[in-house]
């Protein structure tokens, strides 16, 4: 009677919850803490967004129940931005399906396509609903590491060989959180390749398709000739239109997949209030000039981090997409390991980010960034952390005493 829900039992400690902890008591006694853990965006959502939602939520009709895959005219949305985008022609009734933030959908697809047992590769480091959501449908998880696209790619086929029974699925994201690493289309044709050989359903992560900086625009699986056969790839507008409160996501590609979705939300919900659902394809129909001010605000933002915190002594990759920063804990703490440097940042140079650990064994030694604070707070935190890498240079803190 007492003993823990079997769900609940398959999943680990939250190691976040360590950092939060910390970051909560700093707080409440009234200390200032710049904080990059969360993938938290800041910025305010368009106001030609706000103002569709608004004008749409004072007509009384619509604080009905809505539909669960979509309205109609959000879904055709979803396909033109994927046309417009990736050159890529979806289906809106039959291969697009809206979702309550990408998150959601993973979770839900992940509920309707696995059985207990089922064998899913996942990379290691890797977002963690990536593994928790097939762990929580009764998955057994392969962790392939993802250090780089390449050491993913030679991975798989040794995991696959050596699985019993052989794979269901794996999961790609890229640009990647928390690593920022991207890939191109030779990338996905590999995967596209060895999928179909072996039989496997790809889900690809592409949350970040809109923030990149130093590269070309993020390619999209679909592009691959015969990706819908095997393929879903999951898109939000939470990072692109900076509307992550609002919870809309979508599903785009193979029409087993987004059938299956589609099933299982049927059962749990009507949908996200269609106002939002209203207001999420203006956003996609809209002015697109709303994603390059965003995109400029998330690289303005890395060129001070890196460089500030470069002077301060912390040398942090420049990363190419994404809206974060993979960063190695600095030589004179590595021994320590990313939890515990976490821990040290917060206390003594009022700093949060989220331990590389927690995504994974294979993001040990290194922090994830997030570029959620402005840029007069980034300098802040970088005389902040050169401070405290000064005063420890040469003798490092008391780890044990930090409880």
């Not at 393929?231 to 900076?242: D, H």
């Not at 193979?254 to 939300?265: D, E, F, M, P, T």
Request: with cysteine; net charge positive.
């Amino acid at each position: 009677m007492h003993a823990e829900f079997h769900r609940i039992k398959r999943l680990p400690p939250y190691i976040f919850e360590e950092v939060n902890r910390l970051k909560a008591q700093a707080r409440a006694a009234g200390e200032d803490i710049i904080d990059f853990g969360m993938g938290n965006p800041d910025m305010p959502t368009p106001k030609h967004i706000v103002d569709k939602l608004c004008e749409v939520a004072r007509d009384p009709k619509s604080n009905r129940y809505s539909a669960s895959r979509g309205i109609k005219g959000l879904r055709r949305a979803m396909a033109a931005y994927y046309k417009r985008r990736f050159g890529i022609t979806l289906d809106p009734d039959t291969e697009v399906i809206a979702t309550l933030g990408s998150k959601e959908g993973f979770a839900n697809l992940a509920a309707a396509i696995t059985a207990p047992g089922d064998v899913v590769l996942v990379p290691n480091p890797a977002y963690p609903i990536h593994a928790f959501g097939f762990i929580l449908a009764g998955a057994a998880i392969r962790h392939i590491p993802a250090t780089s696209p390449e050491a993913y790619l030679s991975a798989i086929g040794h995991a696959t060989r050596h699985s019993i029974p052989s794979p269901l699925a794996l999961v790609v994201n890229y640009p990647s959180n928390p690593t920022a690493q991207v890939v191109g289309l030779d990338f996905y044709k590999e995967i596209v390749s060895f999928a179909k050989k072996h039989d496997i359903w790809v889900l690809s992560d592409l949350a970040y398709a809109d923030i990149y900086f130093d590269s070309n625009p993020p390619p999209s699986i679909l592009e691959i000739d015969g990706a819908k056969d095997i393929s879903i790839e999951f898109q939000s507008l939470s990072k692109t239109f900076a509307m992550p409160g609002w919870r809309m996501g979508f599903a785009a590609g193979n029409q087993r997949l987004v059938g299956a979705l589609a099933r299982i939300k049927s059962y749990l919900d009507y949908g996200a209030y269609t106002p939002i659902q209203v207001a999420a394809a203006a956003a996609l129909n809209g002015p697109l000039e709303c994603i390059d001010e965003i995109r400029a605000v998330y690289k303005a933002r890395r060129d001070v981090l890196v460089e500030s915190m470069s002077r301060a002594g912390w040398n942090i990759p420049s990363p190419p997409a994404s809206m974060f920063a993979w960063a190695p804990v600095p030589p004179q703490y590595a021994k320590h390991g990313s939890l515990e440097f976490s821990k040290q940042l917060l206390i003594h140079a009022k700093v949060a980010v989220a331990p590389g650990v927690g995504f994974g064994e294979y993001g040990e030694g290194y922090v994830r960034v997030a570029l959620v604070e402005n840029e007069h707070r980034i300098r802040q935190a970088a005389r902040n952390v050169k401070k405290f890498l000064s005063m420890r240079v040469n003798e490092p803190p008391a780890l044990e005493d930090v409880k």
